[in-house]
């Protein structure tokens, strides 16, 4: 429904509020969810939703966004498009940061008719703008590759796992890759 969107609020060491709610996004979407956060060493941290926009040529209109804000949670800019993929709809977005602020986002996005999920990545540098292309994690595509998850070392070093198979005969997988994003 109009009017939505994704907010954060601050929490001192001793988990109180340090403050009212924060906007996120930048408003105008016709609907955001699935929010994911990660902080850097130095405080500063990288927010991603899911968003159906309404200026979204992809199929659906959804897309994955992310906006950097510093460590006393002033945006660092507008938010920006994670993926590129111009076809089928992403979600499940979820983030890590490593010490420096480089992040990376993971996503599941059916980008084919009929083929079911991939699980793709981008990396997000320390001033919260994209480097290089999305690329897809998973090796094989039989059946549905769903519900990633990812952590990433002070190096930015990182791990994606997700949940593969059609139902009933799940299995889990993993794949790590360097800071410059090669398996």
Do not use: C
């Not at 299995?171 to 398996?183: E, K, Q, Y």
Request: aromatic share 8%.
């Amino acid at each position: 429904k109009q009017g939505e969107g994704v907010y954060g609020r601050f929490f001192n060491p001793g988990g109180q509020p340090t403050g009212g709610a924060t906007r996120v996004d930048a408003g105008g979407a016709t609907s955001v969810s699935l929010p994911s956060v990660a902080a850097s060493a130095a405080g500063s941290f990288q927010v991603v939703w899911h968003q159906r926009a309404p200026d979204k040529s992809q199929q659906g209109g959804d897309g994955i966004f992310g906006r950097l804000f510093d460590p006393s949670g002033v945006p660092q800019g507008d938010p920006v498009p994670i993926d590129t993929e111009p076809t089928g709809d992403p979600m499940n977005p979820v983030v890590a940061t490593d010490a420096g602020g480089n992040s990376v986002v993971v996503w599941m996005q059916d980008v084919g008719v009929g083929e079911g999920f991939d699980i793709w990545a981008r990396r997000v540098g320390s001033g919260g703008l994209p480097m290089g292309a999305q690329v897809k994690v998973n090796a094989t595509s039989a059946g549905n590759q769903v519900k990633p998850s990812v952590a990433m070392n002070a190096a930015g070093d990182f791990a994606v796992a997700w949940e593969s198979g059609p139902s009933g005969g799940k299995s889990i997988f993993g794949r790590f890759f360097t800071a410059d994003g090669v398996p």
